[in-house]
């Protein structure tokens, strides 16, 4: 509640006041307030120490708007509190009680009230703590169970893929060791084949220069006999391409070694 800044006394308009008067509704320095105890008038008002009054309470209506003149009796068929003049007046011929009464029985409704208060600010409470500590352990706890859950399984399918892509790629590496073997091999056999006819092309180049009838005939001849032992020019086979990889094989072959791990089936 904001509280009202202590002002001067309404009466003497000197001193800082130190009470307020509810019926008065003035505010009254330690001086005034001991005349304005004695007075038979106001006597009997209500004061409180000037320092709890709250900016609320200044705007309260605490005299009869119709006769100025201090709250004496509550109506119970307007609800509202009225002055002795308003018994014969505007309210004649109403049900009318105490105003202290009244006073006292809201007294009790706020207590009660304040009853009420208290519980649920003990359940808010509560509910607080264990929002804080409780409820908020269990949402961390929770949250890191199945973040520690999600990172296994994740590694446990990259491992997965891991091991099928090295599967893969060492059939691949296999394959290609097998068919380069198999390539320098028969490039071996090209190449020797192609240097005994080399060597043995130069040889008859070499027999056409001689001159000699019977020396050429017999070079020559002999030079046929080798030729005729030369072997057929191999004929080897072509080297072999990769097949194509098959996506649906290596998808396959994931979910199978995952339906294995978790013992479950996806297709």
């Not at 068929?77 to 006292?104: L, M, N, Q, R, Y």
């Not at 391409?241 to 998808?251: A, R």
């Not at 994931?254 to 978790?262: A, G, L, M, R, T």
Request: charged share 25%.
């Amino acid at each position: 509640m904001a509280q009202a800044a202590v002002p001067k006394c309404d009466i003497c308009e000197e001193d800082i006041s130190k009470v307020f008067c509810y019926e008065c509704n003035h505010f009254i320095c330690q001086s005034c307030n001991s005349l304005h105890g004695k007075f038979p008038a106001t006597k009997r008002h209500t004061v409180t120490d000037s320092q709890c009054v709250d900016r609320s309470t200044l705007m309260l209506t605490l005299v009869c708007e119709d006769h100025k003149l201090e709250f004496a009796h509550y109506c119970r068929d307007c609800k509202c509190f009225i002055c002795t003049p308003c018994v014969t007046s505007v309210h004649k011929g109403h049900s009318f009680t105490d105003i202290a009464e009244v006073a006292e029985t809201s007294r009790g409704d706020v207590k009660n009230r304040l009853e009420q208060i208290e519980n649920s600010i003990k359940t808010l409470s509560g509910s607080i703590e264990a929002f804080k500590t409780t409820k908020q352990t269990k949402l961390q706890t929770g949250t890191d169970n199945f973040t520690k859950e999600v990172t296994k399984v994740s590694q446990d399918l990259v491992r997965i893929i891991e091991t099928v892509t090295e599967t893969h790629l060492t059939d691949a590496s296999n394959f290609l060791v097998h068919e380069k073997k198999q390539l320098l091999c028969n490039l071996s056999k090209l190449e020797k084949s192609h240097g005994e006819y080399y060597s043995i092309h130069e040889k008859f180049e070499q027999i056409l220069g001689h001159k000699h009838d019977v020396s050429f005939f017999l070079k020559q001849f002999s030079l046929a006999e080798e030729f005729e032992l030369l072997a057929e020019i191999p004929t080897p086979e072509e080297p072999r391409d990769i097949e194509p990889f098959k996506q649906d094989c290596f998808v396959k072959s994931v979910i199978e070694q995952i339906e294995s791990k978790y013992n479950t089936r996806y297709l």
